[in-house]
């Protein structure tokens, strides 16, 4: 009986090591999302310079045809921005959720051996 209640301890100890590593991933994961967001800012900062270049370019007498490209490539770099963005907010928010859902089945698991244990040796305090 001493031995059952010794794997269990250890299995418990076990889940609660890969809760610690789940916890570790979770902050990782939030680290790469603050990164991204700071180079969110970043790049948001080279679009407004980006818009800035043409809306002086619209509004000086310059020749159409390159006032035209550069609005198309602003708005390619738009584009190709926004997805990138939307790609990796995708990316961080489905391994958050992972690890949110692996965080929360380690502590389900943790707590039932806890009562498993509480049960076991409550068993053998009556029997004992």
Known sequence: ???KQEEKVQLLLERQKKLERDIEQLDEVRKKQEQFEEEVT???GEVMYYLRETLDLASSPTDSKETNELIDDVRISLSKFHGEMDEQRSF????ENRLLSD??????????????????????????
């Not at 961080?92 to 391994?95: D, M, R």
């Open 1 to 3: 009986m001493v031995e």
């Open 92 to 95: 961080l928010k489905q391994e």
């Open 103 to 128: 965080l929360d089945e380690t502590r389900v698991a943790c707590i039932r051996e806890e009562i498993r244990l509480e049960e076991d040796s409550r068993k053998e305090i009556s029997h004992g």
């Open 42 to 44: 970043e790049s948001m």
